[in-house]
């Protein structure tokens, strides 16, 4: 897998954003606020996993 | 201009069975949350959901459900409920012809999609347990409320017997009769002697009280002579015996 075909994750990460997002909250603009916040954090998370192992291999293998 | 959304308005009546709402929401998503009283929300999780499942189904060109090839991959589908039975039962038949390169994001989407169904009912029981909680707090309510009626009920029926006693006994409440002295002198003395032998006679004696005349035993005696102090009279054997040794007189210590 290629950094690139990260970009498929991305809707994934958006639904499971807005999923997490509405737990526990019921007016939409909550929802909205807290998913892009998750989503944010999902993306750093999984950007710097995939950074962090691009860089293991450049450098080990 | 902000516009901010009411809050949604409470849940009136008992609130659901936890249990009925997770299985309910565990055989399709968003049902649970219908259940519980939050239709709206039951249909934004049934979207999130069937998103991604559809997403995941057409990326792996409809074979993504299939138990024999994948148990693992079908173990988080099929906590999506009835949709990953229907595809199931569904695409039984098909075969994969062709790898397509997408299938492991696919199968990675559908099993997502099962695990985004247990967020969806987990939220579904956190609404229960909002409605509990608010069901208690009315119950409290009206309990307290009960309670306040019936003391207030309490508090009116003894004043009615307040008043229907003072009624009875009169406008001033009850009354001092005081009988007349008879105008006869002899049947006058005769009152008045009855009055004072049943009246306390206050110029007797009160054994009870203590008698502030009488010497105090346990209080010490000040007149003794102290027999622990020091005699001063006494003469000072120190002060003689040096007085008889001589005046000390000062100089160099050979």
New interface residues.
């Given amino acids: 897998m290629r950094l690139v ?1 990260l970009v ?2 991305l ?2 990460a958006l ?2 954003a ?3 997002g ?3 909250r ?4 909550d929802v909205v606020r807290t998913s892009v916040s998750r989503l944010g954090t999902l993306v750093l998370v999984v950007a710097c996993v995939a950074g962090v192992a691009r860089l293991l291999i450049a450098f080990f293998v | 201009m902000d516009v ?2 009411p ?2 308005p409470p849940r009136l009546g008992p609130p659901p069975s936890a249990l009925l709402v997770g299985l309910v929401g565990l055989l399709l998503p968003g049902l649970g949350h219908v259940v519980a009283g ?1 239709p709206g ?1 039951g249909f ?2 049934f979207c ?2 069937g ?2 499942f559809t ?1 995941g189904l057409w990326m792996t060109g409809l074979v993504a459900v299939q138990p024999d090839r994948d148990p693992l991959w079908f173990a988080g589908q099929a906590l999506a409920g009835l949709p990953t039975l229907a595809v199931w039962k569904a695409t039984e038949g098909l075969v994969a012809t062709e790898r397509l390169a ?1 299938f492991d ?1 696919g199968m ?2 559908t099993a ?1 999609a099962g695990l ?1 169904n247990v ?2 009912i ?2 579904a029981l ?1 609404i229960v347990d909002d409605a509990r909680a608010v069901a208690d707090l009315r119950r409290r309510a009206d309990a307290a409320a009960q309670a306040a009626r019936g003391a207030e009920h309490a508090a009116a029926a003894d004043e009615d017997g307040f008043a229907a006693a003072s009624r009875a006994l009169g406008a001033d409440g009850p009354r001092v009769e005081v009988a007349p002295v008879p105008a006869d002198p002899a049947q006058a003395s005769r009152f008045l002697a009855d009055s004072a032998l049943a009246a306390p006679d206050l110029t007797a004696p009160d054994l009870t009280a203590p008698d502030l005349a009488a010497p105090d035993l346990a209080a010490p005696d000040r007149t003794a002579p102290d027999l622990t102090a020091p005699d001063l009279t006494a003469p000072d054997r120190t002060t003689t015996e040096v007085a008889e040794s001589g005046p000390i007189v000062g100089g160099p210590l050979p």
Avoid: C, M, N, W
């Fill in positions: 075909d498929g994750l809707p994934l639904l499971i807005l999923a997490v509405g737990v526990g019921h007016a939409p603009e | 901010v959304a809050p949604p939050r929300k934004f999780y999130l959901v998103l991604a997403a997408s994001l990675l989407y997502v985004l967020v969806a987990a939220d956190g």
